[in-house]
Structures are given as structure tokens and as C-alpha cells.
């Protein structure tokens, strides 16, 4: 399992706007072949904080959800609405392993 936690920092006032957008995109992502877990995340000491949490089953399903139409509108819709740019963290589960 290819897990990658991505840690985003939002203008204050664009949040709305990003946890739309974001939402759609979790709404596809989440249908996507390999696709085990797409959960967002919002800090709560820090409302402008968010944190996606994606799991796939292998390096292939990841890589593929990077060309999908949903992550490409969402990746150009959000990146004016971050305070800086967001940083994406892969991981490889122990456990759970598949």
C-alpha cells in the first residue's frame, strides 16, 4: 500500500472555496481503481490547516490518479488559495499490509 499524507496551508479566505473543491475531488478520487482511502482532514487549532490522507493499492494506482481530470482541475483550482505551497509526503504502509 502507497500512502501519501499532503500537508496544505490555505488563505483564510478562500477556505470555503478549497473544502468545495476538495470535497469534489474526493468524490472521484475515491472511485478510482486502487483507490483505498481518500480522507480530508482539517485541523482543528488551525482552521486554514488541511491534511489529505490518500491510500492506494500499489505504485501504479497512485501514479494514475495523478493524471486524472478531477486531480488536474482540482491541483490548478486550488494552488492560487495556498498561503504557500502544499507539500505531498509518500509513505508505504506496514501495517495494514494487502
Do not use: C, Q
Not at 482511502?37 to 494506482?61: G, H, I, K, Q, T
Amino acid at each position: 500500500m502507497v500512502v501519501t499524507i499532503v500537508h496544505i496551508e490555505v488563505t483564510p479566505e478562500n477556505i470555503e472555496s478549497f473544502i468545495l473543491a476538495t470535497t469534489e475531488n474526493h468524490l472521484e478520487s475515491v472511485k478510482e481503481p486502487g483507490n483505498l482511502r481518500f480522507d480530508v482532514l482539517r485541523n482543528d487549532a488551525y482552521p486554514n490547516m488541511f491534511l489529505l490522507y490518500e491510500a492506494y493499492e500499489n505504485e501504479e494506482s497512485a501514479a494514475a490518479h495523478k493524471k486524472t481530470a478531477h486531480y488536474l482541475k482540482w491541483r490548478e483550482t486550488v494552488a492560487p488559495w495556498m498561503a504557500k505551497p502544499r507539500e505531498g509526503i509518500r509513505h508505504t504502509a506496514i501495517v495494514p499490509e494487502l
